[in-house]
């Protein structure tokens, strides 16, 4: 079972001083603290009591590496230690940063039918780095995370699906402190598929270290074709510096505003605080310091232009069927279901063209993991 509390001492986490192994927390969530009414100094606080009714899930971490065969962290270790490579690698970090990069992909989703999303979008990562790792002469070693449930959830209750989406922040939390000191990150929702198989993806960083994300830039709805702040990029599909030294305090902060957002009621998705986060940075240190960096040529893009990866986002041309107005909850229901069928549609139609064109790499891959939906 996973646990879903915080150590008792937040400090280091509240103000950023943390050192290179205090960063991992078992979770993302906490007992919101009450203030004593009877205090004299309105100092005085108390662990909060409040009734669920309904708890959260348990999270849900999978990972994968080609020819490994484990679902959970602890299996990942073991598994390693196993054939006694564990402490090798921990021993032997300079010599592998000099020759390849250490990739990370996570990929998250709630326990709602965005799951069954998640499904293809992890097998396309797995796809790639069937691919990229392994005994070849790749720059690249590709491990696969797949992390399901909620990851922060004030006193453990059923938050709404929505929430879901501080996952890529737990994700990119558990990438920086990981023992297996990952290089980068690619950050994926759970309606995106790697699709550029053949594009390595450290050569999109064009040998300019000096960045903190790379994403698909976001366009003005006034202007078509014009894009927005340098700083507002798609969070659903992101690429991640783990070496930046900004990268932590800016990981910490995009975690704070979302969760501030979450204990007031008005969370509606991460990628808000991310903007939030990317400026506030970029403003301090020069908006020409280059942290955040916008992929062209539709590299990261929608179903229909992205040639690296694909994201598929509900489309307007999905209808509702003909149904009575007084099934208010019910139309709701029926429109999802469209909404992720036509989804998963597509998401098909792609990994009929991967297969065709990268069989072996599919083999290799193993049939698309299965995810549970509630």
Not at 121 to 147: C, H, I, K, N, P
Not at 188 to 203: K, P, R, V
Request: proline share 3%; aromatic share 10%; glycine share 6%.
């Amino acid at each position: 079972m996973t646990s879903r509390s915080l150590p008792e001492d937040l400090a280091v986490i509240e103000t950023g001083n943390i050192g290179s192994s205090d960063f991992y927390v078992p979770s993302l969530n906490y007992r919101i603290k009450g203030v004593d009414q009877y205090a004299t100094n309105g100092k005085d606080t108390f662990e909060a009591h409040v009734y669920c009714e309904e708890f959260e899930k348990d999270l849900r971490w999978e990972w994968w590496r080609p020819n490994d065969e484990y679902d959970s962290e602890e299996g990942q270790r073991r598994s390693l230690r196993q054939k006694g490579l564990f402490y090798e690698r921990e021993s032997s970090i300079a010599t592998v940063r000099t020759t390849k990069k250490r990739l990370l992909i996570g990929i998250s989703s709630g326990y709602d039918n965005r799951a069954k999303l998640m499904e293809r979008a992890v097998w396309s990562a797995r796809v790639y780095g069937a691919l990229w790792s392994g005994e070849t002469s790749s720059s690249m070693d590709v491990t696969v995370v797949s992390l399901q449930g909620t990851a922060f959830s004030p006193h453990g209750c059923k938050a709404p699906s929505s929430h879901s989406s501080i996952d890529k922040i737990r994700l990119l939390f558990q990438a920086i402190d990981s023992e297996s000191h990952y290089d980068r990150l690619l950050l994926l929702d759970a309606d995106t598929m790697i699709y550029g198989m053949d594009t390595d993806l450290s050569s999109l960083e064009n040998g300019d270290d000096g960045f903190v994300v790379m994403g698909a830039p976001i366009f003005s709805d006034t202007s078509q074709g014009q894009k927005n702040e340098p700083w507002e990029i798609d969070s659903g599909m992101t690429y991640w510096n783990l070496e930046h030294p900004l990268t932590r305090a800016i990981a910490l902060d995009w975690f704070k505003y979302a969760k501030n957002a979450i204990i007031r009621g008005s969370y509606r998705s991460d990628q808000k605080y991310l903007h939030k986060t990317l400026q506030q940075y970029s403003s301090t240190n020069g908006d020409d310091i280059g942290i955040v960096h916008s992929f062209e040529n539709n590299k990261f893009d929608d179903y229909s232009r992205g040639t690296v990866v694909k994201k598929f986002g509900v489309q307007s041309d999905v209808k509702l069927q003909d149904q009575d107005p007084s099934i208010g909850s019910k139309v709701v229901e029926d429109r999802n279901d469209q909404q992720i069928k036509a989804q998963l549609d597509r998401m098909q139609e792609i990994a009929r063209q991967i297969c065709d064109r990268y069989s072996d790499a599919c083999k290799n891959a193993g049939s698309k993991p299965r995810y549970e939906t509630s």
